[in-house]
RNA sequence: GGAGGCAUAGCUCAGCUGGUUCAGAGCAUCUGCCUUACAAGCAGAGGGUCCGCGGUUCGAAUCCGUGUGCCUCCA
């Protein structure tokens, strides 16, 4: 068969993914074997695939794909999270383009529009996930909305009412004015604002013309104010004790309160308070007793309560008035200013503390486990790092607001009766039952509550989910998969959705839902900025693995991505990639074209090819053993790059250089074997990072009876260090003569004499011929002195002399010598120096002493052999 | 204001529990090669007071303190 020049990733990704998938080796079904499960982090069931879902779910695939080769039963869980504010906001957008105001519709219109777009563009991000190769067990699929899971959120939202965990209550929350509902802190993003900061003076009720000023960056809020504040230190206010003054415009009567809470240097050392508007001022305003007047309604705009500019917005009203203040005579200044402004991660809109009722969920008792978890190491982190993020959040844990004044979600089920009595309940039926129970002759209608839930209270139950929990607490796929091995996810959501799903996994199952988490970084542009939509400086993933193929995508973002820290991604990552990927595609083709080379008697490299196939097979054993470790501590990216250089390096630019046949020569048919044998061990640690290319070099090397992706890796065992060592020595030898060909400006083609001052001579019988084909030597002879005119180099303790059929200058030779010569006694002496401190050779461990040992005798040994040599000179 | 992280080659970064076979990789640079697997390549080379200062230690890029500069999260 003819092989394309360059490896070509479009024609086979398709066809291997459709293969493995209709051979089943996706699905898993519960049996005898250990299982590895992972249950994917659901995107969005808005969402494209971007950089982060490529890094997370390769990680996952990598990850699952090894375990599978080590004999696991492995499962890999996809799935759509219904993420009600951001499908919500998509929906009323597009409903708007289609000319539609939600504000027209039903709830059960709404949900109608709302279901069609998410049967047709919900799916989306899972089928990209199967261009990027992901094993994913599709049967399995699951969305946080399936009739199913939709249940299990209500019973548990009803389990914990009851429990008392559950309560509603007014509390100041972020609001979002756009989407029209509240958001959790974490799903608000401060960001630096250049904004203004007003100075206004309020008059002061006395007999007297006098003022007290206040700065502030919302001006538009003076309307709700309900006092000014001032330091009770502050000599400059301390003649105000008791006295009012009047909210400028409007004239309302306010105390001055004092308070240690003020910042006497900030602005002007007094602080309006404005409880409705404005967390610290709300808690002010309790501790003091303050009226609360909320000037602002659900939109936005300002409401009754603020007298003037009512039903305009709080934008337009902000440089309104400022004018009219002005007018007034009240306004002071106004300073550039720069602050953190909230604003929602949906919508964008710019987050408003609001009073407003909510549904709380109080963490206290359910945190407590999910902490200790983590600390004790039951569940572990990798890095361990985020251990100290994760402790500080849960020890002060708030209470959750759970409810979204949303319509896509779970629908809180609670029902409320004329009185505001309030019924929580699995169904409507069993909400009237309690009714009915309490008021035998009340005839209400119930009126359920309009929230929904945050999506989050339906996420935390993903990992028990999704194998059918609410069904069934002790159900058999339960009991095989959960808890589950392996959670990969960004640290941006170790509080939002990490810590619940602990949380609740310990509630519900008595159980911890993963035994490791893995943190992946967040991918940064080249600037070092979050890749995010609204910067649009992330790449087209589909248009990249249409460009490059999915194995390519796979290795570039691995191979930047160490454990945890962030990732600056660069294209140039792409570049390698595909190099890497021509460079096992070429391999290929060298290996193919020996097939028609080999003979039975092969007698032209059999000798080369024993050394070099004991030399590349402890390779392998080698690296297999240093892969386990970084896999254990999920060192995912030095593994890849360790499993890189054995096949760059050690395999193409080594081994297949020393077997390779000489022109016109045969090949061993052993040997040729053997070298199968070992490229398709390389392909198989090489495999989870790259799936396609690999079984489809695995299965053009010859016919298989098995697939690559399940082949079983061997179990460790450890590799020959004299064979290791042999290679190493040959590899300097080879090295150290071509440096010096090149140092003395030898062409390829040019051959050189070698002969070699040794106590080793069997090792030049086996590797001898490998050294004198790859300096391109015309001899190689053991010799005891230094041929005249010879070039003398020191390689370990081997004595190395080049003909090089020039002229050489033997004092340049001497320098050299003589430089490397003082470099190693100055070497030697510190070691000796360490090792004649009695304080080192007490307090060190044995290892380590025995190291400085053996490097102090090869120091002599190598000191002694140059020596020689410069005197031969 | 509170908490955490990071500062290593021109660039982007590895370097686990302290010990010159760890000062490393990729890219970039320089030299020589179109050596019939690969020029998207081959063979070599150069390049770093491991942010400053102080401490612990027989020994520190690695631990502690401090300063500076960036970043993130929280308020």
């Not at 709302?114 to 067990?137: F, M, N, T, V």
């Not at 310990?506 to 939509?533: A, C, H, N, W």
């Not at 250089?645 to 090949?667: G, R």
């Amino acid at each position: 068969m003819e092989l394309s020049k360059n490896y070509v990733p479009q024609a086979t990704e398709q066809k291997w993914y459709d293969y493995w998938n209709t051979k089943g080796y996706f699905h898993s079904v519960p049996d005898e074997r250990p299982a590895y499960t992972i249950v994917m982090p659901p995107p969005n069931v808005t969402g494209v695939l971007h950089m982060g879902h490529a890094l997370n779910n390769t990680v996952q695939d990598i990850l699952l794909r090894r375990a599978r080769m080590q004999g696991y039963n492995t499962c890999w869980v996809p799935g759509t999270d219904h993420a009600s504010i951001a499908t919500e906001a998509k929906v009323v957008n597009m409903l708007r383009e289609m000319g539609i105001d939600k504000n027209k519709l039903s709830r059960e219109e709404f949900l109608k529009y709302a279901w069609e777009w998410k049967e047709k563009y919900g799916g989306i991000i899972l089928q990209q996930l199967k261009k990027l190769g992901c094993s994913l067990d599709w049967e399995r699929t699951h969305f946080t909305m399936d009739e199913g899971y939709y249940k299990a959120v209500i019973n548990v939202f009803v389990d914990l009412y009851r429990k008392g965990n559950i309560y509603r209550g007014v509390k100041m929350i972020n609001w979002d004015p756009q989407a029209l509902t509240a958001l959790s802190d974490e799903e608000v993003i401060h960001k630096e604002t250049n904004s203004k900061l007003t100075y206004v003076r309020y008059r002061i009720d006395s007999d007297t013309e006098e003022y007290i000023t206040i700065a502030t960056v919302r001006p538009e809020t003076i309307l709700g104010d309900t006092a000014v504040c001032v330091h009770p230190d502050d000599e400059r206010y301390a003649h105000l004790k008791g006295k009012y003054c009047f909210v400028p415009l409007i004239n309302r009567r306010i105390p001055i309160i004092f308070d240690d809470y003020i910042d006497k240097e900030f602005g002007t050392g007094a602080l309006k308070v404005t409880p409705a508007h404005d967390i610290n001022d709300y808690n002010l305003g309790q501790k003091h007793n303050l009226e609360v007047i909320d000037t602002l309604n659900a939109n936005g705009t300002l409401s009754e309560a603020a007298q003037l500019y009512i039903g305009e917005d709080r934008f337009a009203v902000r440089k309104k008035i400022v004018e009219d203040l002005k007018t007034s005579g009240n306004f002071v200044k106004q300073e550039d200013y720069t602050n953190q402004v909230g604003v929602s991660e949906r919508t964008n809109a710019v987050i408003e503390p609001r009073l407003s009722m909510q549904w709380w969920c109080n963490m206290d008792r359910m945190a407590q486990p999910a902490l200790e978890a983590v600390m004790n190491d039951d569940i572990r982190f990798y890095p361990s790092k985020f251990k100290n993020l994760y402790r500080h959040w849960m020890s002060n844990i708030k209470d959750w607001c759970i409810s979204r004044q949303l319509w896509w979600g779970q629908r809180i089920p609670a029902w409320y009766d004329k009185q505001g009595n309030i019924y929580v309940a699995p169904t409507e039926a069993e909400a009237k039952a309690a009714y009915k129970a309490a008021f035998p002759d009340g005839a209400d209608e119930l009126r359920q509550e309009e929230d929904v839930f945050d999506t989050w209270f339906s996420a935390w139950l993903w990992p028990m989910e999704v194998f059918d929990w609410d069904k069934d607490h002790n159900n058999k796929e339960l009991a095989y998969y959960y808890p589950t091995s392996t959670l990969v996810t960004a640290p941006d959501i170790i509080f939002f959705w990490v810590a619940r799903m602990i949380m609740s996994g310990y509630e519900y199952q008595g159980k911890l839902p993963f035994e490791q988490v893995y943190f992946t970084g967040l991918i940064r542009d080249k600037q070092g900025r979050k890749m995010s939509k609204q910067l649009g400086n992330s790449p087209d993933l589909l248009q990249l693995i249409e460009d490059y193929g999915a194995d390519i995508v796979r290795f570039s973002v691995l191979i930047s991505s160490p454990a945890g820290n962030d990732i600056l991604y660069d294209e140039s990552f792409l570049e390698q990639g595909r190099n890497f990927s021509n460079k096992i595609w070429n391999a290929l083709k060298l290996v193919k074209m020996w097939e028609e080379k080999t003979t039975q008697e092969g007698l032209s490299n059999s000798q080369d090819g024993a050394f070099a196939t004991s030399w590349m097979h402890n390779r392998i054993l080698e690296a297999r053993t240093q892969i386990d470790h970084m896999f254990r501590d999920f060192k995912l990216s030095e593994a890849l790059k360790t499993i890189y250089s054995l096949i760059w390096d050690d395999f193409c630019s080594w081994y297949l250089e020393w077997v390779k046949p000489a022109q016109d020569q045969a090949m061993s048919r052993e040997v040729y074997e053997k070298t199968l044998s070992l490229f398709e061990d390389l392909l198989q640690l090489l495999h989870p990072y790259m799936p396609f290319l690999t079984e489809e070099v695995f299965h053009l090397l010859r016919e298989q009876q098995e697939d690559l992706i399940n082949r079983q890796l061997p179990a460790a065992s450890a590799a020959d260090d004299q064979v290791l060592r042999q290679g190493a020595l040959l590899q300097q030898l080879i090295s150290a003569i071509r440096d010096t060909r090149n140092k003395n400006q030898l062409k390829p083609k040019e051959t050189v004499s070698v002969a070699i001052d040794t106590a080793n001579t069997g090792f030049y019988t086996a590797a001898g011929h490998i050294l004198q084909r790859q300096v391109n030597a015309d001899s190689l002879e053991m010799a005891t002195e230094a041929p005249a005119g010879w070039i003398a180099l020191v390689v370990q303790t081997e004595k190395v002399y080049l003909d090089c059929k020039i002229e050489v200058d033997p004092e340049a030779q001497r320098g050299k010598m003589q430089e490397e010569l003082e470099y190693l006694k100055g070497f030697l002496l510190s070691v000796d120096k360490k090792l004649s401190n009695e304080r080192f050779v007490q307090n060190a461990k044995p290892e380590i002493i025995e190291n400085e040992r053996k490097k102090q005798s090869d120091a002599v040994a190598k000191i002694k052999t140059l020596e020689e040599s410069l005197s031969l000179l």
